[in-house]
């Protein structure tokens, strides 16, 4: 499970064997999916407050075209 980003307590993920669209899993103190396309989305969060889940989504939104071009980089 490659760490693509740590920054402000959060590590964002993107397992290699996941399926599309991409998205990534920022955890924090708890875990978000967070989808990048069509648009930065939160899918679901557990065990994530929901200020940290806001902020994770806001760090994803700010990285998101490194972040597609590292989901496409592990996804071919």
Known sequence: MPTVLRLS???VVIYPDDHEPAHVH???DGEA???LEP???L???RGMSWATAQ???RLV???REMLLRKWNEIHG
């Open 9 to 11: 307590g959060l590590n």
């Open 26 to 28: 920022v955890r924090g």
């Open 33 to 35: 999916k967070i989808s």
């Open 39 to 41: 648009s930065v989305r």
């Open 43 to 45: 899918d679901w969060e």
């Open 55 to 57: 902020k994770a989504v």
């Open 61 to 63: 939104a700010a990285n």
